[in-house]
C-alpha cells in the first residue's frame, strides 16, 4: 500500500477512496495539499528565513480550503501588518 508521502497531492486526490488510503492530517493536512505542491514547499522557497512571511503566505495559501476562510485572510494580515510595523522601526533606527 503506498503512503501519502509517495504521491502527489492530485494523486492523492484522483485515488484515496479507490485505494483505502489513510488520511494523514499530521504530516499532510488536507488543506496543505492542493495543486502541485504542498503549502510548505512554497512557504520553504520564497521565505526561508522570515517566520512573519511564512505564517502570511500559510494563511494565504489555505484559506479556500478551510470552512472559514475570511478568518485566514484577517491572520495573514494580522502576520503582514507586524512584518510592516517591524520594516518601518528598523527604517526609522528603532
Known sequence: MKKLNDVTPAEWDATAETEGWVPDPVNHPSHYTHGKWEAIEVLEEFF???PLLWQVG???????????SVQDLEKAAWYLDRKINKLKEQQNGK
Do not use: A, F
Open 48 to 50: 526561508p528565513t522570515d
Open 58 to 68: 500559510k494563511y494565504i495559501l489555505r484559506h479556500e480550503h478551510k470552512q472559514n
